[in-house]
């Protein structure tokens, strides 16, 4: 059974920086493609970025509201997910989601439970 | 980027309606489309793939159509477990959803 744990949520100040763990089992972590979705309170879902496995280069792409503050790496020795976030904002304020992609196309195949990270002065 | 629209964003039913969603993308994303469905506090879960292919599990009263720009999520009849939020989701270019629809008690 696929199971995705996420991790090292909490409340940061504008500004401030947290990272996410999620830790994978049940599956070949390493063959993944894996993605990090948010869903701020009350609203839908926003797709945040993705890295890809290592043979494709671990490549790495977010969306624009993301992309230069957030970081997404992965260490396939401790089938672990990561996701960096810096320079965190009000807008920031969601639940995270890590997320398993479907062999090598974009649809989301498992879903962790999320976590809740809370910007707020 | 490809935008994703849902119509209607609140719709109300009875047990037994059929409920229809549609998806419109702002341009050709094939059959690149996936529908989830979310419940309160709960992460999504995926019901359909590529437009039309039912993932494991879910009900045959769910059934999905399109391709192109237009998509539609019908549920043939509407059971108590179905109140949720749906969204759907395009995979052609990276990964873009749709605002949601959500499924409420009439």
């Known amino acids: 059974e696929v199971q995705l744990v996420e991790s090292g949520g909490g409340l940061v100040k504008p500004g401030g920086s947290l990272r996410l763990s999620c830790a994978a089992s049940g599956f070949t972590f390493s063959d993944a493609w894996m993605s990090w979705v948010r869903q701020a309170p009350g609203k839908g879902l926003e797709w945040v970025g993705r890295i890809k496995i290592k043979t494709d280069g671990a490549t790495t792409d977010y969306a624009a509201p993301v992309k230069g503050r957030f970081t997404i790496s992965r260490d396939d020795s401790k089938n672990t997910l990561y996701l960096q976030m810096d320079s965190l904002q009000t807008e920031d304020t969601a639940v995270y989601y890590c997320v398993t992609h479907r062999s090598i196309v974009n649809f989301l195949d498992n879903w962790g439970q999320g976590t809740q990270i809370t910007v707020s002065s | 980027d490809i935008q994703m629209t849902q119509s209607p964003s609140t719709l109300s039913a009875s047990v037994g309606d059929r409920v229809t969603i549609t998806c419109r993308a702002s341009?050709?994303?094939?059959?690149?489309l996936a529908w989830y469905q979310q419940k309160p506090g709960k992460a999504p879960k995926p019901l359909i793939s590529?437009?039309?292919s039912l993932e494991t599990g879910v009900p045959s009263r769910f059934s999905g159509s399109g391709s192109g720009t237009e998509f539609t999520l019908t549920i043939s009849s509407l059971q108590p477990d179905d109140f949720a939020t749906y969204y759907c989701q395009q995979y052609n270019t990276y990964l873009t959803f749709g605002g949601g629809t959500k499924v409420e008690i009439k």
């Open positions: 341009q050709s994303i094939s059959t690149w």
């Open positions: 590529k437009a039309s």
